[in-house]
């Protein structure tokens, strides 16, 4: 479900970004998907060990 957030938030800022919307808003879609990105890294290395 994470992977799903991230790549619907990934999606949105790419077309946010060459559309030039939402200035600010964008980056912070990104900085939200950055984040899920790395939680999932930890939390899926930890499940892993």
Do not use: D, K, P
């Not at 999606?11 to 950055?34: D, K, Q």
């Amino acid at each position: 479900m994470l992977w799903t957030i991230f790549v619907i938030i990934l999606v949105l800022w790419l077309l946010g970004f060459s559309m030039h919307l939402g200035g600010s808003l964008i980056h912070l879609l990104l900085v939200i998907a950055v984040i899920i990105l790395v939680f999932n890294l930890i939390v899926g290395r930890r499940s892993s060990l």
